[in-house]
């Protein structure tokens, strides 16, 4: 019982130590403007972000042809 209650207190330790890091790179908004609109709900800015980043982040793959050379 005892370690198990010292195994548990050690997971949890850990997952705080790597949560905080991950926690300082999380940018939050509180609304997003547009040339429309505000938006202020949080799914509809998680959506305009997700597109957002979906349009600008698609694969620009190599061309081939000038490493060829």
Avoid: C, G
């Amino acid at each position: 019982m005892v370690q198990q209650t010292i195994y548990n207190v050690q997971k949890l330790e850990n997952l705080k130590k790597k949560s905080e890091p991950i926690k300082e790179y999380i940018i939050i908004f509180d609304n997003v403007i547009n040339s429309e609109t505000i938006i202020t709900e949080p799914k509809e800015i998680k959506n305009v972000i997700k597109e957002h980043f979906y349009r600008w982040t698609r694969a620009n793959p190599m061309d081939e042809k000038k490493f060829k050379e």
